[in-house]
């Protein structure tokens, strides 16, 4: 109930500040601040109450959908046979030409930064180059881990990204540390803790304790380097690219998803697996055309939870999207559960209980840090719209 009412509160305060937009509309020249963010709104906020619902609903949906598919598709992958870790990294960012159907149709409002301002073509191109080999590594770091874990205990490890992110964001973005975010930590290390020293942990037929402590290891380490990425990407925007607008994220996911796929198919190539692949296809457990529609299916459902979050930085706020990101992780090993029947003893429901103790931890401070950021900037817009109206 306490994280539905802060969701209800975090809507009812975008729709508020929605209006507080169109209020600015009203005047006869509209103000450009944080390079055009406000042009974008101007073209959500002539959708209606119930359409905006919708809008939002159906990002929420994608968001939480997709990535619930792909992590138990990516499970199912192994069970039927497949064993291809770098096909595997390789179908988390090969769709990523489904982000331009978005780019082209949502994205046609210019920005209106100065040029002066903009990053060179070198600048961006090295940025994108460098996130992009690090999403590479990052997403096999996440294919070997999904390997050899069940989709429940992937999942649940996978929450620590959280506490990582905490950590990072405090080093480079100079977020602060509150005692709120120091719980989320030391909550979500004890649920990794918890799944890490159980004995009875549900482990894929076949899988040894040492492939086991491999696996935790691998997404433990993809956890962090994920919070990395994040922090990264933030600095980029902070220190170079200078706008945050729809067009700038989406462009930050296309082009660094197109490294990554580059990255892979190297990889894939190099490491001599893609000659093992039609012999996978054809002793796949139900069959070739599952093995094909299996693979296809992950990789659209990576970006379909891609187009989740962007859409919902867009319509909403960046917190909420996070909020979405966090509830969906704990969704994902009830998924789990009721797809593949792993074990949920009395550990991992504690675990998953921890878990979801340091969400709420760390929900509720970027909540306080939101309201705050949107206090101040309601205080600094209604001086400059009556300086202008």
Known sequence: M?????????????????????????????????????????????????????????NIFFLVAGQAAAVILGRFYYDQGG???WLATL?????????????????????????????????????????????????MLYSVGLLYLSASTYSLICATQLAFNAVFSYFINSQKFTILILNSVVVLTLSASLIAVNDDSDKPSGVSKWKYFIGFICT??????????????????????KKETFSAVLEMQIYTSLVATCVSTVGLFASGE?????????????????????????????????????????????????????VSLAITPIASVIAFHDKMGGVKVIALLLAC?????????????????????????????????
């Open 91 to 139: 179908v988390q960012t090969a769709a990523f030409p489904v982000l331009f159907i978005p780019f082209f149709l949502l994205a046609s409002a210019k920005d209106s930064s100065d040029s002066s301002t903009a990053p060179s073509i070198r600048t961006l191109a090295l940025i994108y180059f460098v996130l992009g080999v690090l999403i590479a590594g990052d997403n």
């Open 2 to 58: 306490a994280l539905a009412s802060t969701l209800h509160e975090i809507l009812s305060a975008a729709q508020a500040r929605s209006f507080m937009y169109s209020q600015v509309a009203d005047c006869e020249e509209p103000i450009m601040s944080r390079e055009g963010e406000i042009t974008n709104q101007f073209h959500l906020m002539k959708l209606g109450r119930w359409q905006w619902w919708i809008l939002v609903a159906v």
């Open 220 to 241: 433990i380490a993809a956890s962090a380097m994920y919070s990395l990425i994040l922090s990264l990407m933030q600095l980029s925007f902070d220190k170079f690219i």
């Open 357 to 389: 103790w340091g969400f709420a931890s760390y929900i509720y401070q970027n909540y306080v840090d939101d309201s705050n950021a949107r206090k101040a900037q309601i205080d600094v817009d209604g001086s400059q719209n009556d300086s202008v109206c």
């Open 83 to 85: 064993n291809s870790k």
């Open 274 to 326: 893609w000659n093992t692949l039609h012999g996978e296809m054809e002793a796949f457990g139900k069959g070739s055309l599952a093995y094909v529609m299996t693979v296809v299916w992950t990789a659209i459902s990576w970006q379909v939870c891609s187009v989740g979050v962007v859409g919902l930085i867009f319509i909403v706020s960046s917190l909420f999207s996070n909020v979405i990101s966090t």
